[in-house]
């Protein structure tokens, strides 16, 4: 699949599963990815860390408290001891989910970069969120994957600042940028410095968006998309406002 002619059809709503199928499964997990391809996402998007040995992990948080039985920071821990470590802990979506006394699932750990690519199927896309701007180490094996598993268009790296896209982009210009840093503004200027750095998608913030904002984003050329809508009603009201892209906890419901 190509991301952008996900977004060309008429009508056409983009699926995009956050941290796998967080909503139902534990987030950023094998289940949760491996749940959300089999349910039909368009796209599945999950985050990264660096290991202290700088290898790309799926997890959302700097550190390993909330979702494994784990302390402390990703980046203090080697590969070898993040895999000892349960990622089940938390249950539910962004917003409304609860900390668990005992892990949902026995001997679900944390994974690599690499063993979540290996469950999405190349008729899925994929949205890989680079928070860890820092460690070019791990942005190198990122842009590596990438070009491992084929994913230029059929994929888009997630990065929280122009400085983190400019890099990737340095490293290698064929991948699909969504820069977060100022998402909301669609002025004129915003616009020019996403695009002079290969930021084609947009991902605004469920406040941001209205019908006035729909409308820009139509007129602006980029790919877009919104985070978040986890409920009926608000998919609804999205929807028709013009809204592309939605990031959901929940895409059984969306879809």
């Not at 660096?50 to 039985?69: E, G, L, W, Y």
């Not at 980046?75 to 993040?82: F, I, S, V």
């Not at 890989?128 to 590596?144: A, P």
């Amino acid at each position: 699949v190509r991301l952008s002619e996900l977004y060309r059809g008429p009508g056409s709503i983009v699926v995009i599963g956050h941290r796998g199928f967080a909503g139902r499964f534990p987030e950023d997990t094998t289940v949760a990815i491996a749940e959300g391809v089999k349910l039909g996402v368009d796209v599945i998007e999950f985050d990264l860390w660096a290991s202290k040995d700088h290898v790309p992990v799926a997890i959302h948080d700097p550190t390993v408290d909330r979702t494994t039985n784990g302390k402390g920071k990703v980046g203090d821990h080697t590969l070898a001891q993040l895999k000892e470590l349960n990622a089940s802990f938390w249950a539910g979506g962004h917003f409304d989910g609860r900390r668990l006394d005992e892990p949902a699932c026995d001997g679900l750990s944390i994974p690599t970069c690499r063993e979540c690519l290996e469950l999405i199927p190349a008729n899925v896309g994929v949205f890989l969120h680079v928070n860890q701007g820092d460690d070019l180490l791990m942005i190198e094996e990122v842009c590596g994957l990438c070009d491992e598993y084929g994913l230029h268009g059929r994929a888009c790296v997630i990065v929280n600042t122009f400085d983190d896209g400019a890099e990737i982009r340095r490293i290698d210009e064929r991948i699909d940028l969504c820069i977060l840093e100022g998402r909301d503004d669609l002025g004129p200027e915003a616009t020019a410095r996403r695009k002079a750095v290969g930021s084609n998608f947009l991902i605004a913030t469920l406040g941001a968006v209205d019908e006035a904002h729909c409308r820009a984003l139509e007129t602006s050329d980029l790919l877009f998309n919104m985070f978040y809508s986890n409920t009926d009603a608000d998919n609804r009201r999205f929807i028709a406002m013009g809204m592309k892209g939605i990031v959901t906890d929940y895409p059984d419901i969306l879809i």
